[in-house]
């Protein structure tokens, strides 16, 4: 039997030059989140986004035929859903994208951030125009996704449209079509200003041609949310009421008894709309009335259908160019809102009202959709200071719902307040001297 022994490995080498005094390179050994700082580790720790692939592979090639014919001169049915061939008649349904993708289900389950493949973040380097090859007769046809979705072949003139989900924001998950027609927009257009005519500006009145009301599909992030809020604050129960003084000096004092009050909701939010381009979510009411589009809601977003760039032919749109981090803080704002809605009905009995001091906001989860929306709109530039002011008129394409902004001439509101008041007076004296 033998008593030899392993010998040890030699020691590694140290001094200059050796593998211990080499620093590992970045992203070789493992980082511990608990040593970075709370913002950092927040965003380490947050899950990826998970994905729903909702890509029309059937369209891709960019031409999209009627499954009778073959034909590629597809357009919609004017005031349906449907899509219909100009040359043999056919009419057919899309897939409605919520029950494609089942978009409508577990809402109360989402965990994370859920993103469909049309509204995942735009790529500042994909450009506007796509080159598609003809597969009627080979040939290549161009489309500036910046101001159309379809083009024409010049030689065999096959349809073709932009169907493919390209990262530049022009392509949604889905679009809810126009069910109203231009003549019934130009009669709602005519109808709001008729009723406000008397008032308006002279300039205006002259101009005046709703037939150029134009039809444009407006991007927006449809999202679903699974949420929790808490709200604190302190409520007024008034006990008594009583004045002091007399003539001018008199005023009106309440007691109350305060009250802390506290309260906690879970909700969830299926199908909240959020403006996903940056012009229409500027709010700036000295430069434009975009918060008219926002009177015209709420949409049937339930009966959008599956992406098609047939829908869009002869009709104008615009692209999306903000993405879901930077439409985030919008969301929590609105969820704020909805949770103080939820809370008012237990605190009716502080008569004297609540007024909320904190307020803290859980997003367990949330699944974003990019879709475009019908709108009819009716623009007019009045000219003033700081470029002027845009204003717009606009009717829901899918209920006809009607509101806008009319430039108003200020001496004629004020001459009515004038009167208005002057006779209300005299009215008064009336009364006050009849009743003597």
């Known amino acids: 039997m033998s008593n030899a022994t392993t010998p040890p490995p030699p020691a590694a080498p140290t001094g200059p030059g050796s593998p211990r005094d080499v620093p590992p390179l970045p992203g070789t050994f493992p980082m511990d ?35 009778k014919c073959g034909a590629s001169e597809i357009r919609q049915k004017p005031g349906s859903d449907l899509l219909i061939c100009l040359y043999c008649r056919n009419e057919w349904a899309s897939a409605r994208v919520e029950e494609e993708f089942g978009l409508g289900e577990g809402i109360d389950q989402l965990e994370g951030t859920v993103i469909a493949s049309g509204a995942r973040d735009i790529a500042a380097d994909t450009a506007s125009l796509m080159t598609f090859k003809c597969n009627g007769c080979g040939a290549e046809v161009t489309v500036n996704t910046e101001n159309a979705m379809t083009a024409r072949c010049h030689w065999c003139r096959h349809v073709l449209g932009v169907n493919e989900q390209i990262a530049n924001g022009a392509v949604p998950d889905a679009v809810l079509p126009f069910h109203i027609k231009k003549d019934d927009a130009v009669a709602r257009i005519r109808q709001f200003v008729d009723k406000r005519r008397l008032f308006a500006l002279k300039a205006f009145k002259e101009q005046f041609t709703p037939e150029n009301v134009v039809p444009v599909y407006l991007p927006y992030m449809i999202v679903d949310a699974n ?60 430069t434009n009335t975009n918060n008219i589009i926002n009177t015209i809601l709420p949409f049937d977003t339930k009966n959008a259908v599956k992406w098609n760039a ?61 879709m475009y929306l019908p709108v009819w709109l009716y623009s007019y530039h009045q000219p003033g200071s700081n470029g002027g002011l845009l204003h717009y008129i606009a009717v829901n394409g899918r209920t006809g719902e009607t509101m806008g902004s009319v430039p108003v001439q200020q001496w004629k509101l004020l001459m009515t307040a004038l009167t208005v008041g002057t006779i209300l007076e005299g009215i008064a004296l009336w009364i006050l001297g009849n009743s003597a």
């Open 310 to 370: 047939s829908y869009l032919v002869g009709v104008t749109s615009e692209k999306r160019d903000r993405d879901v981090e930077q439409l985030r803080p919008r969301l929590e704002d609105q969820l704020l809102s909805i949770a103080r809605a939820q809370v008012e009905a237990s605190v009716n009995r502080y008569d004297r009202g609540v007024r909320w001091e904190r307020e803290r906001l859980d997003v367990r989860g949330t699944r974003w959709v990019s």
């Open 33 to 67: 989140p608990a040593t970075l700082p709370e913002a950092i580790r927040d965003e380490v720790l947050v899950p990826d986004p998970v994905a729903i692939d909702t890509a029309a592979a059937e369209l891709k090639d960019g031409v999209n035929r009627c499954p």
């Open 227 to 286: 949420a929790s809020a808490a709200v604190a604050g302190k409520g007024e129960i008034k006990t008594r009421e009583y004045t002091q003084g007399s003539g001018n000096d008199r005023k009106t004092y309440y007691d109350a008894d305060v009250y802390q009050v506290e309260r906690h909701v879970d909700f969830t939010v299926d199908d909240l709309p959020l403006e996903s381009s940056a012009e229409r979510g500027n709010l700036d009411t000295r």
